[in-house]
């Protein structure tokens, strides 16, 4: 455990193609109503032959939901600021208090979505119109910077971008600076809004399924792309006593590695993913078999769910506990799929339960293991793990423990 | 006229070495046997997605799952005869 | 609380719009006249092998082989963590995918470009071929990426002395990243000539690019180059703050203005924007020899990887190149404390200080 005190979860907020914030999600999840569809704001060709989580809200709604104001303000800033304001508003955080606060982003594609609607306009120097404000908007640092100046935040802005380990290693990042002193409360997470770009990057992957994903079931093909945002508000222990507040888990380690193996694909025997693990257990102390729910990345390709269920079992060997994959619901987020999955996380253990991995049938014939296949309620949930691969290698895992 | 074989295989070498970058990589005894994964010129899944695309691109073939690609890009052989075999007919 | 380690940058490379990669004498520096700085890069088969190479844009081999660099003046061959900042990352890859996306309606697309063009696509492939399964992270925070990248391995360092983690900034100049902000006056609209940057008081900078790794490292060893004392970011001061916040910052570090034998300034060639950063030299810093380093190497997010580079290499070799020093005639002697005030578009404000370590 940390010499230097715990780093508590006192908020978040969520907004993903199944709510809008934590409280619709988690009715989503209950009642397993997925967000996966045909995709109909977006303007791709391949409306036709593919769907994934879209969510059902424009730009012009995003913004009146999220409060925004001014100018260059893409989809995947709004997305950001919505569930943003909701994890302000969640922890309590004043206006001082955001002064003083670190914010810690994260995205993969930033402001892509517009750069490409605009392309030739914003590349032609003689061309003006609207489409100006979205000419510098496209990297993933500008939706940092724009979200600290619409909720306050001056202190700290940081932007990290490890493809879909990236809100994770977001949350890991503020964890440390909180324990180094830097920060005594960093809001962490990322963005993601769908994008022509991922769509086509992803498909000649090929690595998308044109059917519902199914998470480590024998039959999976691909993954479905979705959108969304979450953040995690983390508050230095000292802080929360001073300020007597009620904190809802603790963010009790956390682990990054690198598998070290291809840029896109993941070891067959799971070395990043047992290593990440490995290190977020070691780091708060706690053991395998103290882990009651196992949120898996489960990206419901063949390579990913291969490597991270030979991990899960090199790990936990007889003793797997109740996971799943929550992709299904929400489609893979990308860089915001470890912040939404760590709010889905401290659901489970706040609400002790635990959702269905939908689309299971028949487990992988390599590693015969089953993911929880009905709504498990009335579980006692103290310690979560929460997993999130990325390209490039990148693999992390954060425990989240009952306070 | 349709175009031969041994027409075909020299075409797929230099389409080869434009899209896969090769000029510098080439060993000096590559022929149409050299294994273009593993041992031999040495492709990785990357590549194999770049061949998966100029089937498509250059011949009109679409492969469904890029595992059927595995038998299909031993060599540049295997290659101009299962285009020769599968291509749609001009 | 944090540990107490120091931190050493035990190896560093840097390549760059001058000829870096072999050196720092910074001799006849290279002019250029279009207003775009680009790499003068070394033979990269020297480096990677062919196999490699061919998989590789421009600035993957160049950030791939300052990293190769870098450790091999450090003596590390397994680093046990690695690090990567960038703002816009590899922007033409990007652009090349989008072309593409645009020009074949969406179908029959091939992935390299997409995978390249990924932020974290450096640190995935030094990683992949040093087969390090340590941490990697990127971060991508504009005018702070590198200060993040820092606060990251110093925080890691301070409670492990012994880890030794790679650290590298790299941004590209192409022509897709000059369109985007080139509405916002980022650069000059008169051509110049590069050497000459500081003679033009007039908007705008000169689009530069390069790439520069740091070994960092708890453990002084033989291929210690310096000690980096302190790092601070600021976001957006106004000239007070900026005054204060540096005074604070010396003073955290037990360091009074008097013992600073040298300041290196990120002024950027914008009369508008180099306003604070111009108050700060006249007031507070105004008696330290200044050293400037945007004329050889342009703007771009990550400049502050040069100067680092640049101040660290200063210190260990206690010799200051002709060509940053203005006036010319203030060179120091005896070279133990170094400062570097950098920053991006008078948003972005980094303080470094190194030091001389005891032998």
């Not at chain 3, 690695?82 to 072309?99: K, N, S």
């Amino acid at each position: 455990m940390s010499k230097s005190g715990r780093v508590f979860i006192t908020g978040y907020g969520i907004i993903t193609s199944i709510g809008k914030n934590a409280e619709e999600n988690l009715q989503s999840l209950v009642d397993q109503r997925h967000g996966y569809g045909d995709i109909d704001i977006l303007k791709t060709a391949h409306s036709h032959d593919l769907r994934c989580c879209e969510i059902k809200i424009t730009d012009e709604e995003l913004r009146r939901l999220s409060g925004g104001t001014g100018s260059g303000l893409t989809r995947t800033t709004l997305l950001g600021l919505t569930a943003l304001r909701e994890a302000v508003h969640h922890a309590g955080l004043s206006a001082q208090d955001l002064t003083k606060s670190g914010l810690l982003s994260s995205t993969t594609t930033g402001g892509i979505r517009e750069f490409e609607h605009d392309f030739f306009n914003i590349l032609d120097l003689e061309r003006h119109g609207d489409f100006e404000q979205f000419a510098d908007t496209a990297i993933p640092g500008d939706h940092s910077e724009r979200l600290a100046s619409q909720v306050g935040i001056h202190n700290y802005v940081a932007t990290l971008s490890t493809a879909c380990s990236s809100a994770a290693n977001a949350i890991m990042q503020g964890a440390a600076l909180i324990r180094s002193g830097r920060l005594e409360c960093a809001l962490c997470g990322g963005s993601e809004a769908l994008s022509k770009f991922t769509i086509n990057g992803f498909n000649a992957l090929m690595i998308l399924d044109n059917e519902h994903c199914r998470p480590f079931d024998a039959t999976r093909r691909g993954l479905n792309l979705g959108e969304g945002a979450a953040y995690l508000v983390l508050e230095s222990e000292a802080r929360v006593e001073r300020l007597k507040k009620k904190p809802l888990a603790v963010l009790a380690g956390a682990g990054n590695a690198n598998d070290a193996y291809h840029p896109t694909a993941s070891s067959p025997d799971g070395t990043g993913a047992l290593k990440a693990m490995r290190l977020a257990l070691s780091h708060g102390g706690v053991d395998a078999a103290d882990v009651n729910y196992v949120n898996a990345h489960g990206t419901a390709t063949e390579n990913n769910d291969l490597s991270e269920g030979t991990g899960l079992k090199r790990l936990f060997a007889d003793n797997l506990p109740p996971f799943n994959s929550t992709k299904p619901y929400t489609g893979h987020t990308l860089a915001a799929a470890g912040s939404i999955e760590a709010v889905y996380s401290i659901l489970a253990l706040q609400h002790g339960m635990v959702w269905p991995s939908l689309n299971f049938n028949t487990p992988i014939p390599e590693l015969g293991i089953r993911p929880v296949t009905k709504l498990e309620r009335n579980m006692s949930i103290r310690n979560v793990l929460s997993n999130s691969f990325g390209f490039g290698g990148n693999t992390s895992s954060l425990l989240i423990s009952a306070v | 006229m349709p175009q031969t074989l041994d027409e075909l295989k020299q075409e797929l070498k230099q389409e080869l070495i434009k899209q896969l970058n090769l000029d510098e990589v080439l060993p000096p005894d590559f022929n149409e046997n050299t294994p273009l994964f593993g041992e031999g010129l040495g492709l990785d899944s990357i590549d194999s997605l770049e061949l998966v695309v100029l089937l498509d691109r250059n011949y009109g073939i679409k492969l469904k799952d890029p595992k059927e690609g595995r038998q299909i890009f031993q060599s540049i052989r295997t290659m101009a005869e299962y285009i020769h075999a599968n291509r749609p007919q001009a | 609380m944090q540990g107490k380690a120091h931190i050493y940058i035990n190896g560093t490379a840097c390549i760059s719009p001058q000829r870096t990669f072999d050196g720092f004498a910074l001799n006849d520096p290279v002019n250029y006249t279009s207003n775009v700085l680009t790499c003068v890069t070394p033979d990269f088969k020297a480096y990677l092998p062919a196999a490699q190479l061919r998989r590789l844009g421009r600035m993957l081999r160049v950030g791939l082989t300052t990293s190769i660099i870098c450790l091999r003046n450090s003596g590390v061959t397994a680093p046990d963590g690695i690090i990567t900042a960038t703002g816009y990352g590899f922007l033409e890859d990007t652009e090349r995918f989008l072309r593409e996306i645009i020009e074949r309606k969406e179908r029959q697309l091939t992935p390299t470009h997409f995978m390249q063009g990924t932020y974290n696509a450096l640190a995935g492939i030094v990683g992949l071929s040093l087969h390090c399964t340590g941490y990697n992270n990127t971060y991508v925070s504009k005018g702070y990426a590198l200060g993040s990248a820092l606060d990251d391995a110093i925080i890691q360092i301070r409670d492990a002395a012994e880890l030794n983690l790679l650290v590298g900034a790299y941004d590209e100049a192409v022509s897709v990243q000059y369109k985007s902000v080139a509405r916002d006056g980022h650069f000059k609209k008169e051509q110049i000539d590069s050497l000459k940057l500081f003679e033009h008081q007039t908007q705008g900078s000169l689009q530069g690019e390069g790439a520069a790794f740091f070994l960092l490292s708890g453990i002084q060893t033989a291929q210690t180059i310096c000690r980096l004392t302190g790092h601070y970011g600021l976001f957006q001061p106004s000239a007070d703050e900026l005054k204060n916040e540096l005074e604070s910052f010396l003073s955290s570090h037990n360091t009074s203005l008097a013992e600073l034998d040298l300041w290196i300034a990120g002024f950027s060639g914008d009369v508008d924007r180099d306003q604070n950063l111009r108050a700060l030299a006249e007031g507070t810093l105004s008696s330290i020899p200044q050293a400037r380093f945007k004329h050889l190497t342009g703007e771009y997010c990550t400049a502050d990887g040069f100067a680092l580079w640049l101040g660290a290499n200063i210190v260990k070799s206690q010799s200051v190149p002709a060509s940053i020093m203005t006036p010319p005639s203030r060179t120091p002697g005896r070279i133990k404390k170094v400062l570097i005030v950098n920053h991006y578009l008078d948003r972005n404000y980094n303080f470094f200080l190194l030091d001389r370590p005891k032998s």
